[in-house]
C-alpha cells in the first residue's frame, strides 16, 4: 500500500501515522515523504510504517553500477531526526548522481593497509554502528579510553596493544579521582574485540581478539523485592503524583523488562487485542513481545494519552518520554523503610525488576527456559542466577508470580 500525502513533513504527521493493519499482506505500508509539500528531500525517500506502528526510513534509487533498483536505510523513527535525515537523504542522493552506489560503498568499504585504529574505527565501524546499535555513542565514549593505540595500523594490531590499554586502565583514574570499575574495563576491551572482528571480515586483518580475555567481575547486582515488598511496592507506585511515572514503575517490576525498552514504548506498540506491548529491538538485537495480564491492561487504560505525545508514559518535554524515574523509585523505597545505598549490589535500582521478576519465578517453580523467554535472555547462563539467589527463600514464597497480584494494589490516582 502506498500512500502520498499533500501536507507539510512535520515530526507531529509522522507520530500521527497509524500502524499498518494487522491484516494486511504487507508487512509495510510506504509513505512517499519526497512528494510532501516543502519536505527539503531529494526524490525516493520513503516512510515505511509496520504493523507494530514501528517506522523507518528509506531511499530507494537505481544502482549506477548495476542498473538496478536498490535500496539503503536511512534510520529510525524517532532516533532519526528529520534535519538528519535530510542530510543523509542528500549526501547519498549526491554520491549517486556521481556514479557511486552508497548501499555497495558501505558495505563492501574496505581499509586500505595503511588505515590506522583510529580511522578505521570512525570510517567504518561508527556509520556501520549506527545502522545495528541504538548504543553507537557508548562505544565512542569508550573507544577515547584506548587513545594510546589510536595510532596503531588496524592491519599491525596485536594481543598486547589491548593488554596495554586494559594494564593503562587499571593504573589510572578517570574524571572523579577513581579507579575505572572492571565492568568499565572490559567493555572498553570488548570493544576493541568487536572491532578486529570487523576489521578481519572486511580486509583479512590478523585475527586477534580470541587471544584476549576479560578480566572476572564481581559486581553482579543481587537486589531484588520479595513478593509480599512486590504487592507494596506496585501499590505506592500507583499512588505516586505523577501518573505516568508511577504507572511505569509498576509496569517495570510486574513484566521484568529493562528500563530503556520499557520507558521508550510508543502507544502503537500496543496491541489492546491481543494484549502485548511490542518491542522492535531489545539489548541484544532481537525483538521481543510481553504478554500483558488483564492487570497490566487496566494499568495502562488508566493512563491519559496527551497531545503530540506519541510515547506511553509521557514527560514533562514536550514528545518525549518520562526521565529515567530514579527520584521516584527513591520515594517510594524511603516510604516502604528500603535502605538507599549506592553501590551496594543489593540496593534495589531499577534493574532490580528484572532480579525481582526472575527470582520470583524461579522460587515458583517456573522452568529456567520460560524465565528467559520473559526476560529475553539470549542464552540460559544469564538465568541460572535467579535459581541460586532464591534457594534461602522457597519455603517464603508459595505461588507464582501470577498469582501473586491476586490482590491487586488499587489503581486510583490522586488528582
Known sequence: ?????????????????????????????????????????????????????????????????????????????????????????????????????????????????????????????????????????????????????????????????????????????????KKYAVATINRVLALLKTINKQAYRLMDAPFIADKISLTREDNVRTGYLSESELKTFIGHALDYPDKHTGAFLALLFLTGLRDKELRFRLWNDINLEEQTLYISRTKNGSSHVIYLSDYMVQILESLPKVINNPYIFAGQRQGQPISPARHALKVIKLKMGLPDIPGDKANITLHSARHTVGSLLASNGVPLHDIAKQLNHADLSSTRRYSKLTVGRRREIGSRLSDMVTTKPEICWKE
Open 1 to 177: 500500500m502506498s500512500k502520498q500525502n499533500p501536507q507539510r513533513l512535520t515530526t507531529a504527521f509522522l507520530n500521527n501515522l497509524k500502524p499498518n493493519p494487522a491484516n494486511a499482506k504487507s508487512t509495510d505500508y510506504e509513505v512517499n515523504l519526497s512528494a510532501m509539500k516543502d519536505s527539503g528531500l531529494p526524490i525516493g525517500v520513503r516512510c515505511l510504517v509496520g504493523k507494530s506502528g514501528n517506522k523507518r526510513f528509506l531511499l530507494r534509487y537505481t544502482s549506477p553500477i548495476t542498473g538496478k533498483k536498490a535500496s539503503i536505510s536511512l534510520g529510525k523513527y524517532p532516533e532519526t531526526e528529520l534535519n538528519v535525515l535530510r542530510k543523509l537523504a542528500r549526501e547519498y542522493r549526491q554520491k549517486i548522481l556521481e556514479g557511486v552506489d552508497p548501499k555497495l560503498e558501505r558495505d563492501n568499504k574496505v581499509a586500505d593497509s595503511g588505515m590506522t585504529l583510529e580511522r578505521f574505527f570512525e570510517d567504518v565501524y561508527v556509520p556501520l554502528a549506527k545502522q545495528k546499535k541504538s548504543t553507537w555513542r557508548h562505544d565512542i565514549a569508550r573507544f577515547r579510553l584506548a587513545k594510546s593505540i589510536h595510532h596503531v595500523p588496524i592491519n599491525e594490531l596485536t594481543p598486547s596493544h589491548i593488554i596495554k590499554v586494559q594494564l593503562e586502565l587499571f593504573e589510572s583514574t578517570h574524571k572523579a579521582g
